[in-house]
């Protein structure tokens, strides 16, 4: 059975660095895009970042301040986020497909799997 879990959450100081952690079992990490999302109280849930096997994908709120990168051999999905504002406050998500990463990778119904979440607080 194919499964999501996040880790690395917290409570962080603005302008301040966290690194979030998906970690899957039940499937080979490497036939699957991986998709991080967020969502914030009374906000829809919003596309972070994808990877997939070649390709990467950021959004533009976030492209130059998070970094995903994966460790097939760990099964492990990492979101590296610098320079984190209040803005960022929200729980976060990973969640996989088949398909790999596209210009759609923030469609939430295009991911078949997801996690239980990790929630990120950013305030001083």
């Known amino acids: 059975q194919l499964q999501l879990v996040e880790s690395g959450g917290g409570l962080v100081q603005p302008g301040g660095s966290l690194r979030l952690s998906c970690t899957a079992s039940?499937?080979?990490?490497?036939?699957?895009?991986i998709g991080w999302f967020r969502q914030a109280p009374g906000k829809e849930r919003e596309g972070v970042s994808c990877?997939?096997?070649?390709?990467?994908r950021h959004s533009e709120s976030n492209k130059g301040r998070f970094t995903i990168t994966r460790d097939n051999a760990e099964k492990t999905v990492f979101l590296q986020m610098a320079n984190l504002t209040p803005e960022d406050t929200a729980v976060y998500y990973c969640?996989?497909?088949?398909?790999?990463?596209?210009?759609?990778?923030?469609?939430?119904?295009?991911?078949?799997?997801w996690g239980q979440g990790t929630q990120v607080t950013v305030s001083s």
């Open positions: 969640a996989a497909r088949r398909e790999p990463c596209s210009d759609n990778f923030h469609e939430t119904a295009t991911y078949n799997d």
């Open positions: 039940g499937f080979t990490l490497g036939d699957y895009a």
């Open positions: 990877i997939s096997r070649w390709i990467i």
